[in-house]
Every structure is written in C-alpha cells, then in structure tokens.
C-alpha cells in the first residue's frame, strides 16, 4: 500500500451507493458548490463532481467530512502550478 504524503495521516474515502461519501486524510477545503467539491487530502487534491453535493459534520482538525448528493466523478491529482501559493511561487 502507498505511504500517505503527509507523515501521520491517514485518507480514507467510503462511497455508498453513489450518493453518501465518508471522507478522513482532509486538510483544507479549496472550493464548494453543489456541482464541484476540490479538497486537499494527504494523497493531494481531490476533485469530487456531482449533482446537488453538500458537505456534513466537516472537521478539519480531525481531517474528517461527510458528503451527500449524487456523485458522478472522482478524481485525485497533484497540486497544479496555478494552485500554488505565493510563497511557493516565489521559491520554487
């Protein structure tokens, strides 16, 4: 299995019947509505599209967050040069 990039922890993602996702390894929430959610995970970004997403019980101290709607896509990439904060952008 592949170590988590973020030393201590852990992502975990739980989909029942496409329409109720348990989500833990959440560090930070980069947007939100009810077609896109774009999370941070200790794996990287985490795009999850859909039809009516909600977010429930987010707590980032916990890394935690559950969503409810109809899920269509999920996607995991790196973090993109256009994403990068100011300070990255400035020593790179």
């Not at 916990?62 to 409810?68: D, L, P, S």
């Not at 899920?71 to 904060?85: D, N, P, Q």
């Amino acid at each position: 299995m592949a170590e988590s990039k973020i030393p201590g922890t852990e992502h975990k993602l739980v989909l029942l019947n496409q329409e109720q996702m348990d989500l833990s390894g959440i560090s930070r929430v980069e947007s939100f509505n009810p077609e896109e959610i774009l999370l941070e995970t200790s794996l990287g970004l985490l795009t999850i599209k859909g039809e009516g997403l909600d977010m429930h019980n987010l707590n980032l101290e916990r890394g935690v967050v559950e969503i409810a709607g109809l899920v269509t896509e999920i996607r995991y990439s790196e973090r993109t040069a256009g994403k990068r904060s100011i300070l990255e952008k400035i020593f790179r």
